[in-house]
Nanobody
Framework: VQLVESGGGLVQPGGSLRLSCAAS????????MSWYRQAPGLERELVAY????????NYAESVKGRFNISRDNTKNTVYLQMNSLRPEDTAVYYC??????????WGQGTQVTVSS
C-alpha cells in the first residue's frame, strides 16, 4: 500500500491549492478515502471524506463551503480542492484509506502554509 500526497505549498490568505493523493497497492475503487491534516502541536484531524463512488462527501465544519474532495477511480487518485485559504489551514495534509483494515497506512503528507 502506498499513498503519495502532492500539491502543497505556500499561498497567501484567500488563495487556493489543489492537493492530490496517488494510491497504489490496494483496490482503490472499493474503499472510501479521507484527507486529514495536522498542525504543529495539535492532533491530526479529519478534514474530508469521500465514499467509493463519490456519492457521500463529508467535511469538517471548519472547511465546509471552502474545500471540495473528489476522486478519480480510473487514476487511483483522490483530490482536495482548497479555496479561500486561511492561516489556520496551515498544516501537513495526509490522505488516508477509510476503515479499520488499512488504518495503519499513511503517506508522507504535503505541507500547506497559508501566510502573507
Amino acid at each position: 500500500v502506498q499513498l503519495v500526497e502532492s500539491g502543497g505549498g505556500l499561498v497567501q490568505p484567500g488563495g487556493s491549492l489543489r492537493l492530490s493523493c496517488a494510491a497504489s497497492g490496494f483496490t482503490f475503487g472499493s474503499v472510501g478515502m479521507s484527507w486529514y491534516r495536522q498542525a504543529p502541536g495539535l492532533e491530526r484531524e479529519l478534514v474530508a471524506y469521500i465514499s467509493r463512488f463519490s456519492s457521500v462527501r463529508n467535511y469538517a465544519e471548519s472547511v465546509k463551503g471552502r474545500f471540495n474532495i473528489s476522486r478519480d477511480n480510473t487514476k487511483n487518485t483522490v483530490y482536495l480542492q482548497m479555496n479561500s485559504l486561511r492561516p489556520e489551514d496551515t498544516a501537513v495534509y495526509y490522505c488516508h484509506i477509510a476503515g479499520d483494515y488499512y488504518s495503519a497506512y499513511w503517506g508522507q503528507g504535503t505541507q500547506v502554509t497559508v501566510s502573507s
